[in-house]
């Protein structure tokens, strides 16, 4: 599988371009799939629900499935946070995973930047960032800048700077 991230500082924009992403990256005839990094507290399940009440009392994994779906739920416990490669082991095979957030983590971005959030850039400090999602032109030394309405051009960088996983 190849994969490339959207790395940026949270109110930049990566969710709303990610949505925008997938229907252009499918529209060119891929598949896509996503893994996003959440906040600690993150929960995709619910006090109450019997999938709540499995991992309340102590279940490893708790798979609910419907006619639509399933999902797939994995306690750490004591165990450290998996990291991107493990997590990126898990998904079904795909054309490509974008992934959103891990910022921090070694693999190939493209940085999407704001300049109404009035954060700093994250190129200068990362060089893994291959390309530049903004509405605001990067300073000079940056790598290449696309405009953040710019979906096809971002799918282009996408695919140019998408890594097969090791």
């Known amino acids: 599988m190849r994969f490339i991230g ?3 500082w949270s109110g930049a924009g990566k969710t709303t371009l990610l949505t925008r992403l997938i229907p252009e990256l499918r ?3 891929l598949s896509v799939s996503t893994l996003k990094h959440a906040h600690h507290a993150f ?4 006090p109450g629900k019997d999938s709540w009440e499995h991992r309340a009392a102590g279940a490893a994994q708790v798979l609910v499935a419907s006619a639509k779906r399933w999902a797939l739920m994995t306690e750490h416990r004591d165990a450290p946070e998996p990291g991107l490669r493990e997590l990126l082991a898990q998904l079904n095979p795909v054309d490509l995973v974008v992934i959103e957030g891990f910022k ?9 930047h704001r300049a109404a959030n009035g954060k700093p850039w994250l190129h200068p ?13 990067p300073p ?5 800048w696309v405009a953040l309405d710019d979906i096809p051009a971002i799918a282009d960088a996408a695919l140019r700077l998408a890594v097969a996983q090791v």
């Open 6 to 8: 959207l790395a940026g």
């Open 104 to 112: 921090r983590e070694a693999h190939p971005k493209i940085e999407v």
């Open 140 to 144: 000079a030394g940056a790598p290449p």
């Open 27 to 29: 529209r060119r005839g």
């Open 43 to 46: 929960d995709v399940d619910t």
């Open 125 to 137: 400090e990362d060089a893994r960032i291959g390309a530049v999602a903004s509405d605001v032109a």
